[in-house]
Nanobody, 127 residues
Framework: QVQLVESGGGLVQAGGSLRLSCAGY????????MGWFRQAPGKAREFVATITWNGGITSYADSVKGRFTISRNNTKNTGYLQMNSLKPEDTADYYC????????????????????WGQGTQVTVSS
């Protein structure tokens, strides 16, 4: 069973940037799509971005398209979410997750498709 550990969250002013990391421990994640989701206080968890196992396909929520970039380094067993031009509405707990199915070659945007989740990292954007 792989363990996912997110890092890189924090407090940033609107317009600023953060880079989240998601490191996998205990098993390789290179065969699996990785995704980022977020949950704001009082709201449901929502999809942010996903990347296929080989990085060939990425997909983003409309709310972050053009501002966020998802990437991965399979040799480091780590995924990343670069967040630029942050807005107060981006404030949330951010979670990374790994697809429950290996070598999927389509975008994995639904939370039920993910089998393993990290503990989350908090992102706060002040206005």
């Amino acid at each position: 069973q792989v363990q996912l550990v997110e890092s890189g969250g924090g407090l940033v002013q609107a317009g600023g940037s953060l880079r989240l990391s998601c490191a996998g421990y205990g098993r390789t994640v290179s065969r699996y799509a990785m995704g980022w989701f977020r949950q704001a206080p009082g709201k449901a968890r929502e999809f942010v971005a996903t990347i296929t196992w080989n990085g060939g396909i990425t997909s983003y929520a409309d709310s972050v398209k053009g501002r966020f970039t998802i990437s991965r380094n399979n040799t480091k067993n780590t995924g990343y979410l670069q967040m630029n031009s942050l807005k107060p509405e981006d404030t949330a707990d951010y979670y990374c997750a790994v697809d429950g199915k290996s070598f999927r070659n389509t975008a994995t945007t639904h939370s039920y498709e993910y089998g393993t989740w990290g503990q989350g990292t908090q992102v706060t954007v002040s206005s």
